[in-house]
């Protein structure tokens, strides 16, 4: 009960501290903007299909944007002495592992959210009546990023080369995750639904749980000291 | 808890082990090129196979090595385990360079392409990928025991990541030859009994040249850390 408790307590601060300074959303949601608009200049105008290839722009986007906000959460951590100050809180650490995992899901669903909706400005692709699919699909894929994110954020952020380190430690587990939401959002994309990608959600949540376990069970041995 | 190091002097493998590298290298070099028949429809660039299946099924067993080693570094916080895990992944991934490297060439000629994001080379491609990884986080990671933790943190998140991986490149789509050694009609009847015996050859040489190598690098990680801790310990004594 005391672990629920903490953890809210822990996500609301961190939240609140976001609130106020706006530092990781803010790089995130301009930095997805920035790669929609590079990626869609990869392409010759008019000569490809949004269905097509508007789920790979949309995750990739996503997911480099995920990366530097990651990088930022952890920053703020480590630069003001803020983790020594959580470790020395009376709590255990999985509960700190809930509480971060908690906010970036939180930080990660709203920058998600927000690069559905310039996808769909600038690409101008009719999504709106599909929203509760896509839904389940950015909240899925966000929890599993923020679920191995947590882990390799927090390593990261103690190391020398923490902008490099980030994304070549998460990106190649977190692949089979972007694997199945894109495969999930073309199927969206292309009006079959979820019903014909119903094997890429079910990978989608055995990802969300394998790892949740893994690194809520690995997150003490990061934070020692 | 550190382990006392003066106490252990460093490994190393055994001239036995070294002949027998020796012996099992030339003898599986000698079958590949020479005993074994020229395949009928790929030629001769069907020979890689002996060092490609090995290597891959060597690195496999490096990869238990990691994970094993790593599990247990976090149980008991021995060094000892450290220095398996990484004198390991370091030579995996060497082995795992080499499969990706004889795969290409074997590719080209019959594939037409060096590449293809088939699902055995993807899946596999992503374990190099978090091999490569680990051996960065070990020279950026920071101080020793820091890193031994991360490291072993990050061995086991992409050991169990493994499966998932393997589904989803799976269902993505794949071209890869299927196995010619463990069929479903019975283990290596896919295979005629002279590349059957060059393939054992090959597999047996890939793993005694890699426990060689493998110990080696032991005996490297070993001498280093004792390096520090002497040097540290000169530090303290000119400080005090």
Same mark, same amino acid.
């Given at each position: ?5 903490? *953890?809210? %307590? ?47 722009? @949309? ?31 009376? %709590? +255990?650490? *999985? ?67 923490? +902008? ?20 999930? *959002?073309?199927?969206? @994309? ?36 | ?25 030339? !003898? ?7 005993? /074994? ?13 002996? &060092?490609?299946?090995?290597? /891959? ?36 991934? !060497? ?41 960065? !986080? ?11 933790? $991360? ?7 992409? $050991? ?35 590349? &059957?015996?060059? $393939? ?8 005694? &040249?890699? /426990?060689? !190598? ?27």
């Amino acid at each position: 009960m005391n672990m629920v408790r903490f *953890t809210f %307590i822990l996500i609301s601060k961190d939240l609140r501290l976001e609130w106020r300074s706006k530092e990781v959303l803010s790089s995130t949601v301009f930095f997805a903007m920035i790669a929609l608009t590079v990626i869609y200049f990869g392409f010759q105008p008019g000569r490809f299909q949004v269905a097509d290839v508007g789920p790979g722009i @949309l995750w990739t986007a996503f997911l480099f944007s995920a990366l530097l906000g990651m990088n930022r959460m952890f920053q703020a951590e480590s630069e003001r002495g803020g983790l020594e100050g959580l470790m020395l809180c009376p %709590i +255990d650490r *999985t509960t700190l592992y809930l509480a971060k995992c908690g906010t970036l899901f939180v930080l990660l669903t709203t920058t998600i959210v927000a690069t559905f909706f310039m996808f769909i400005i600038f690409f101008n692709v009719r999504l709106l009546g599909q929203l509760p699919q896509l839904a389940l699909v950015a909240i899925l894929g966000s929890l599993g990023l923020s679920a191995l994110g947590t882990s390799f954020a927090a390593m990261a952020s103690k190391t020398s080369a923490r +902008d490099i380190l980030l994304p070549l430690l998460l990106v190649p587990i977190a692949i089979p995750l972007l694997i199945a939401a894109v495969k999930c *959002t073309a199927a969206i @994309l292309s009006g079959d639904g979820l019903t014909t990608a119903q094997s890429w959600v079910q990978l989608l949540a055995a990802f969300d749980v394998i790892f949740l376990a893994a690194g809520y069970l690995t997150f003490p041995a990061i934070l020692e000291e | 808890m550190t382990r006392d190091h003066s106490l252990n002097p460093p490994t190393t493998p055994s001239s036995a082990l070294v002949g027998a590298a020796l012996v099992t290298t030339l !003898l599986a070099l000698y079958s590949a090129l020479v005993f /074994a028949p020229t395949d009928r429809v790929q030629g001769d660039v069907q020979r890689l196979f002996y &060092l490609h299946v090995p290597a /891959a099924l060597t690195m496999y067993l490096a990869i238990l090595l990691v994970f094993i080693a790593s599990l247990r570094y976090l149980q008991t916080r021995d060094a000892a385990w450290d220095e398996l895990a990484t004198s390991g992944a370091e030579i995996g991934l !060497l082995w795992g360079t080499i499969v990706l490297l004889t795969g290409a060439m074997w590719a080209k000629p019959i594939w037409g392409a060096w590449w293809t994001w088939d699902a055995r080379l993807t899946s596999f491609f992503i374990l190099w990928l978090i091999f490569v990884a680990y051996v960065m !986080l070990r020279s950026y990671g920071g101080e020793v025991e820091q890193v031994a933790r $991360f490291c072993a943190v990050l061995s086991i998140l992409g $050991f169990v990541g493994m499966p998932i991986t393997h589904y989803a490149v799976e269902w993505f789509r794949t071209m890869h030859p299927g196995p010619v050694i463990m069929t479903e009609g019975g283990l290596g009847r896919g295979l005629p009994g002279s590349m &059957l015996a060059t $393939f054992a050859f090959g597999l047996v040489a890939s793993v005694v &040249l890699f /426990a060689n !190598l493998f110990i080696l690098r032991l005996r490297l990680e070993q001498q280093s850390r004792r390096t520090q801790q002497i040097r540290r310990h000169l530090d303290l004594m000119e400080t005090s």
